[in-house]
Nanobody, 114 residues
């Protein structure tokens, strides 16, 4: 089964930016849609952004205009550019197919705090 490894998280001040990466162990060319999800403490995991094989994107209302999802099929990688970060963006971020079909990875922690 495909394995996914997320990276790029960290501690950032409000208003700052981070770029997350998700590298797959196999080609993602055949995967129709990939997504970035996040789970904050005490909350359910939620879909943040989604990108199809054709490049169409969808975003949660809470991140629209601030986050950008992209994919590089040649590198088996999906990215999430996060700008204008807010404290409420603090969470562990995961990537997966959409709908999710792959065993969840460890995710990458994003903490937005001054």
């Amino acid at each position: 089964q495909v394995q996914l490894v997320e990276s790029g998280g960290g501690l950032v001040q409000p208003g700052g930016s981070l770029r997350l990466s998700c590298v797959a162990s196999e080609s993602i060319l055949s995967i129709n849609a990939m997504g970035w999800y996040r789970q904050a403490p005490g909350k359910e995991r939620e879909l943040v952004a989604r990108i199809t094989r054709a490049g169409s994107t969808n975003y949660a209302d809470s991140v629209k205009g601030r986050f950008t999802i992209s994919r590089d099929n040649a590198k088996n990688t999906v990215y999430l550019q996060m700008n204008s970060l807010k404290p409420e963006d603090t969470a562990v971020y995961y990537c997966n197919t959409h709908p999710s079909t792959i065993t969840w990875g460890q995710g990458t922690q994003v903490t937005v705090s001054s």
